[in-house]
């Protein structure tokens, strides 16, 4: 099989506040994770490219400096929103690719930025 | 920009019923094309996933088509089952690996 977990699945949090939100290949290696976003009756938007080793690529219009994210591990991205504001809650899911160019997808994290 | 529009946007049937979903896309130089099936408030579940040189998959009730050269893709659900209530989306993948999502159909099946 192929699983991705994330962590935590739902985080509530003050707005300016930083909050971490992880995501783990379990039982494969992904030198190449995503990470989306999906704003309510919207389909998913893909924020950024995460790989092992090196700095993501974020798309038109994603803050790098806002959205950090870590890719330190084979099985490990982390995606930090900072400073986050109400404008910020979303859920975000994000998806490890395999060797055969298939993604696996987390179950998400639901933010609620108050 | 590759586009993903799918149609409809919601849908309701009579349990039993066959169904087909349509997703198109506009630049038709993909990869490959995938349908997910998403629950409320959950992640994705790959349904099938269908590579550029391939016509069409199937698995158990569900068989989707790619017509590359036209930009379509169906899903064809046979047999409905209130089971099968879910957002349904198309995704393509184009050669940087990332997924171009549609908004999906809503999907209701009643009993």
């Known amino acids: 099989g192929a699983v991705v977990s994330q962590h935590p699945s739902w985080v509530i949090c003050k707005s300016g506040t930083s909050v971490k939100i992880e995501c783990r290949s379990l039982?494969?290696?992904?030198?190449?994770m995503f990470w989306y976003r999906q704003f309510p009756k919207q389909s998913l938007m893909l924020m950024a490219t995460s790989n092992e080793g090196s700095k993501a690529t974020y798309e038109q219009g994603v803050e790098k400096d806002k959205f950090l994210i870590n890719h330190a591990s084979l099985t490990l991205s982390t995606l930090t929103v900072t400073s986050a504001h109400p404008e910020d809650s979303s859920f975000y899911i994000c998806?490890?690719?395999?060797?055969?160019?298939?993604?696996?997808f987390g179950p998400g994290t639901r933010l609620t930025v108050l | 920009k590759q586009e993903v529009t799918q149609i409809p946007a919601a849908l309701s049937v009579p349990e039993g019923e066959n169904l087909v979903l349509n997703c198109s896309f506009t630049?038709?130089?993909?990869?490959?094309l995938q349908w997910f099936r998403q629950d409320p408030g959950k992640g994705l579940t790959s349904l099938l996933l269908?590579?550029?040189?391939?016509r069409e998959q199937t698995s158990g009730r569900l068989n989707a088509s790619l017509d590359k050269s036209s930009g379509r893709s169906t899903l064809y659900i046979a047999a409905s089952q209130p089971g099968d209530s879910a957002t349904y989306l198309c995704?393509?993948?184009?050669?940087?690996?990332?997924?171009?999502f549609g908004k999906g159909t809503s999907l209701l099946v009643t009993p």
């Open positions: 998806s490890a690719l395999k060797t055969s160019r298939e993604q696996f």
């Open positions: 630049d038709s130089a993909i990869y490959n």
């Open positions: 039982d494969f290696q992904a030198t190449t």
């Open positions: 269908i590579q550029s040189s391939q």
């Open positions: 995704a393509v993948e184009d050669s940087g690996y990332a997924l171009n």
